[in-house]
Structure formats: C-alpha cells, structure tokens
C-alpha cells in the first residue's frame, strides 16, 4: 500500500484509542535519545567523544516500533537508532562506556558506537557492511517459526542499503520462506550525501516489494502515533499469519551521516522544510494542546532526563580504561569449546569418503534437533553431489531447505539461526561459490564473537578441488581465503574414517566451520568406517608413515598422491604428515617431526603464492632452523585459474612436480 507523504502538510496526531499514559511514554522514550544525543553533540565538540551518528529527526521510528515490540522480539537497528536501545531500558552507563571503548561496555572496546548486540536486550548490532544483517533477521525469523513462539523480527535498514544485493536477497529468501520480519526502511532521503534521485529509479521503496510478492507500507517516520499504531497491528497480524513486511518510513535526519560530515549537499529550503516536521517538538506540542502533558511536568522531565545522562555519564568517565592483555584478544577470538570425544566400538563398514560425509551429517541431524541444513538442491534432489539424499523424508523440509541462488543471504540467515539458539549447515554447490558468499562469512561470522561474545554455530560446507575437468568456476580449492581470517576454523580432510568424525565435531563446534571437501575424492578413495556416531578432535594432525630422512606435510588429494609418491620411490623414509585442519593447525606435530628428519616439504593443491604452505615454510624456518639441513620446499599448482582439458589440468596441478621436488631435496 503506497501512501504519499507531502512534506509541506504539518503533522496531525490522533489518539487511536491510546490511553493518556501510552501517548505520555511514547513522548517520554522519544524525548529520553533526544537528550542524550544533544548531550554527546556537546561532548564531541567538546573532544570528549570521537565520533557520532545522529538520529535527530528520526527518533519516532526507533521508538515506536521498539515499543510496538514485545521485549523478547528481536530488533536488529542500525547506527542511528538510539532509541532502540533506550526502549528497552539499556542502562544508560553501559551505552556511554560502550562509546567511549570502556569494558563496562558490550564490546571490550574492540567496536564502537552502535556496533553491538547483546542478548540480553535481544538487540543484534549491525556491521559496516549493512547488508548481511538482513539476511541475519531472516535466520532469527526462520528460527522463531520453526519453534512455533509466534514471534517477529524487526530489522533497520536505509534507503542506501536497499542498493546492496543482500537486501534483494533477504526480502526473497523471507517471501519464500513465510518469514515473519519487519524489514523497517529508514528513507530519510540521502545515502550519506548522494540523494534518493541517484540511488534508485522507482517511486518509493516500497515498490521494490512487488517483485517478491512482500505485502508493503509507507509510514510517515515523524509522527510518533502513526508508528507506534500502525507496526501494532501489523505485528499482532504477522504473529497470527506469519510473512515478511516491507515498511518505508518516510523521515529526515537533521544531521550529517555523521558529525564529520556536515549538511552542506542539502538544500536549505529542505532543512528548514523537514525541521518543521519536527517528530518531537510536534507531539510534545500535540500533548500540550490536548491536556496530557503539562509545561511544569515537561520541564520536570526535561530535568530529570538530564540529570540521569549526567549521573552515567559520570560513571562511564570515572571508568578506568581498558588495559590491553594480549591473552585477553587472543583468548577471544573463538567461543569456548569443550570437546567431547565419542568413540565407536561398533561394526565398520567400507565406504567412500562421500559416504561418511552423509553418514555423518544424517547422525549429526538425529543427534542435534535444532540442527538445519540449507543449501542449493539439497532436499528432494539431495544435492548436485547426492550426499542429502533421503534426508527429507527422514527429516522434513523445514530442517532440510533448499534455498535460492543467493549465498550471502543464506550464509548471513544461518548467522541469524545461531544467534536464535539454533546450528546451521550451509551446503555451498561448490567451494567457487562462496565468493558470492564471502563478506558475512569473514566480516560477520569470523568477528562476532571477538565483537561481543556471540557464538556463530554455522558450518559451511565447501565441495572443491581440481582433478575432475570441472574448469575455472568449479575446481578451485579456495581455503587460503579463509586460513588467515581470525575466528574461522578450516577443516579439510583426506580419508573417510577423518571425514566423518571432524564432520561431527564442526558441527558440535559453536565456532564457524570451513569443511572443504575434496571431489575428486568424493568417490574414489575408501575405508573402513564404524557405522555408529563419532568425533575426532580439530587441530591434531595425523602421522601416516614414519621415517628419519623428511618431512611431508600437506592435506586433501595431496596427501595421495604423496602416498602415491612413496610407493614408488620405497626408499624415501618419509614422515608423511596429513594436517587435516588448517586452523587450529597442529604445528606441533610438523615441528617435532622436522626437528627430527632436517628436511621438510610442503605440498598443496591451492597455488602456490600465498597459499598455507607459504606460512608454514615461514613457521618452519622461525622455529626449527637450527635443526634444518636443506630449504623448506613449497609445491603447489601453477599461478594460473584452473584449467578444463585434462592435459592442461594434469599441468597445473602439483603432483608430477612434487616427485621432482622431493628427489632434488632428499639429494640436497
């Protein structure tokens, strides 16, 4: 429903059946972000604050829809939504520290401003990057109808980020799915300096809607009633009738972007125009008029307001700031995990590597209930690989989802499952395609929990690697992206037997997962596997042969064709080390080893510049140098995309070199 908004008409108010003391809260948890924000106006002037994003002008929509919201609802705001958090009664000496980098703050002083979340508000802090939180409000919403509490999400965004492919993405994956969310659109007219004329080509955003079949309104942003009532009975719909809802508000923001910027790119006639559409100093007249709030009342208020700000902000100053412990960031990084060891003393059965990987993923599913898969094709067809097959008539549609072609807003929907108590597997195609997915995998999931002690319990699975003329878009084994981004895990197993068991424990794990799994590997290598449950620990390595003349190390296909190596030139006496995971990585067994052979080389499939292989060789030589009798060597593929041709493929991988490689330093 598309309702025009003249910006030249004065606000008018309407009690719409709302008590006095509903119209005089609404009023009093407007006036309460008001007032702090031209208190932190001051103190940025003042150099006391570093930097801020102003909601002046704005306020009515973070506080009615907040209040519209019941407070176990999760709202995901953005940078200028004071009033979300004040709403739900935040302590306000928390807020402060949390601007000025204090611990009493929600992030330890690792972010800033309103780059937070915590649970315990049920508020989800944005990232830089706005896109992916919308994503983030379909997995909570997923979560929520999958639990069948009749709650709703609400997620802030602006009228800029309705540009970014995750918005397009969130609204379809929420149509198809039923998902009940707000998608609030703050439309106040300019994506930092560049107006709405620039940005997009439709009349109003609410048009975007149409296309995904999303039910959409446009609410005047600066009256207060207006909000408040119409998210009311929106709100109390969708908990009856579960689906997404786009809403514009129409508003201004009487600031710039943020403090920095200045208003200079906007027309003074306009400025002067929305300063009369005042959302505050309307209704604080409207209340006056009707006989609801007195001037002597106001003033009290005013008072007090000013008086609490200036008692926790006195707090927030008198706090110590942060010392810096280098084990304290460190420590941080990942959600604690106690790992569990469960052994199988049962029957074994030989299967090939994609068969312990389904095997395992279907007794994950059965030993986690609040366990949900998504990804491309995996239900009824069960995957472009088969390892689904069967789950859905095992498990149901509503655990076993196929999703549209978007990855970023899936990766960023199982964010939005873990935050609501849930796991999540996401299948990529094929490991190409996380490139598509790659900004809420390394901004949002791998720096939660450093952020604000959120886990990220996602594992994303990843089909890769060359060897099967698959070309440049599907043969890439692309785990160098992820080895070097704090807070994410990698695991990329060789065998069967590892393949199952470490798929148990990512999955146990509340840390985000990268499992790569190796396609030409999916049918061609067996073993003999227990049949029941398992686990094995992330960050062990495995010996797989002994000797006192070198060191290989490597994982994924180059641990057969070292094998492959060995057995044909036997009088090599090689330690063969397969890393298995690649963050944690057990430096420990590579480091024991080469202090013992002298000689260590290291093979992989990834090319070689800036692949794993680069940081070990710089491990190896800082911490076991002394003990060296020849280079660390690197072997890996051409620098080059992948090839299809079988012969060119065969050239650009490693294998063929890595024996030539490995003569030359047993000869060094």
């Not at 074994?348 to 994950?364: F, H, M, P, Y």
């Not at 030409?520 to 398992?534: C, F, G, H, N």
């Not at 710089?618 to 012969?647: W, Y």
Request: hydrophobic share 40%.
């Amino acid at each position: 429903m598309n309702t025009t908004i003249d910006l030249h008409t004065p606000l008018v108010f309407d009690h719409k059946n709302h008590t006095d003391v509903q119209l005089l809260t609404l009023y009093k948890t407007m006036l309460l972000p008001r007032l702090i924000e031209e208190k932190m106006l001051i103190l940025l002037r003042q150099g006391k604050i570093s930097k801020w994003f102003s909601g002046i002008g704005q306020e009515a929509i973070s506080v009615g829809i907040t209040n519209a919201l019941e407070s176990d609802e999760y709202i995901l705001p953005m940078h200028r939504n004071l009033g979300v958090f004040t709403t739900r009664k935040i302590p306000l000496h928390r807020l402060f520290a949390q601007w000025q980098g204090k611990l009493s703050g929600f992030t330890k002083g690792r972010d800033r401003s309103f780059h937070f979340g915590t649970q315990e508000y049920h508020i989800i802090g944005m990232i830089s990057h706005l896109g992916p939180q919308l994503g983030v409000a379909d997995g909570i919403a997923l979560a929520n109808k999958l639990k069948k509490n009749g709650k709703v999400t609400a997620v802030f965004t602006g009228e800029g980020a309705t540009s970014e492919g995750d918005f397009h993405e969130a609204l379809n994956i929420a149509a198809v799915w039923d998902l009940p969310v707000l998608f609030c659109v703050e439309n106040n007219g300019y994506g930092l300096s560049t107006p709405t004329n620039e940005q997009y080509r439709c009349q109003d955003i609410v048009d975007k809607g149409i296309g995904y079949g999303i039910e959409a309104h446009i609410i005047d942003g600066n009256n207060i009633i207006e909000v408040y009532s119409r998210v009311s009975e929106l709100v109390a719909d969708i908990r009856k009738n579960p689906r997404p809802i786009l809403l514009e508000f129409k508003t201004f923001r009487m600031r710039g972007h943020e403090e920095a910027s200045g208003t200079k790119y906007v027309p003074q006639e306009l400025m002067d125009a929305w300063a009369l559409k005042d959302p505050l100093r309307n209704y604080q007249e409207f209340l006056l008029k009707e006989g609801i709030l007195s001037e002597s009342y106001d003033l009290e208020l005013h008072e007090q307001i000013k008086a609490e700000i200036d008692t926790h902000l006195q707090l927030a100053f008198e706090e110590e700031a942060i010392d810096a412990h280098e084990s304290n960031e460190l420590n941080d990084v990942y959600h604690p995990f106690n790992y569990e060891e469960f052994t199988a003393d049962s029957e074994k059965e030989n299967i090939r590597l994609i068969d312990a990987i389904s095997q395992g993923l279907r007794q994950s599913m059965k030993r986690h209930e609040n366990l949900v898969i998504m990804g491309q094709d995996i239900a009824q067809y069960g995957g472009v690989f088969k390892i689904t097959e069967g789950f859905v008539s095992q498990f149901g549609n509503d655990r076993v989802r196929n999703t549209p072609i978007c990855e970023s807003g899936i990766v960023s929907t199982a964010m939005g499952l873990s935050i609501n108590g849930m796991k999540a597997v996401v299948e990529m195609q094929f490991a190409d395609f996380v490139s598509s997915g790659f900004n809420p995998i390394v901004n949002y999931l791998a720096k939660i929990h450093y952020r604000w002690n959120e886990k990220a319990d996602v594992v994303v699975r990843m089909p890769c690697g060359a060897g099967v003329q698959a070309g440049p878009f599907h043969s890439q084994t692309n785990e160098a992206w992820f080895t070097k981004t704090p807070g994410l895990k990698v695991v990329y197993p060789a065998f069967p037997y590892d393949a199952k068991g470490l798929l148990a424990t990512s999955i146990n794990d509340p840390n985000p997962v990268l499992f790569f799994e190796h396609k030409a590997l999916y049918r061609s290598i067996y073993q003999e596997v227990p049949k029941d449950y398992y686990t094995l620990p992330l960050g062990k390595a495995a010996l797989l042969s002994e000797g006192n003349q070198i060191t290989i190390i490597t994982y994924g296909a180059g641990v057969h064709w070292a094998l492959d190596t060995l057995k044909k030139f036997q009088d090599i006496k090689a330690d063969l080390i397969d890393l298995r995971t690649l963050q944690p990585l057990d430096t420990e067994t590579v480091f024991t080893s080469v202090r013992k052979t002298g000689k260590a080389i290291i093979l992989h499939e990834d090319s070689l510049f800036g692949g794993i292989g680069s940081d070990l060789s710089a491990l190896i030589m800082e911490q076991c140098f002394e003990h060296l009798d020849g280079p660390v060597i690197r072997v890996g593929s051409l620098e080059t995309p992948i090839p299809f041709t079988k012969n060119l493929e065969d050239q650009y991988l490693p294998k063929h070199r890595f024996e030539t490689a490995l003569q030359k330093l047993m000869n060094y």
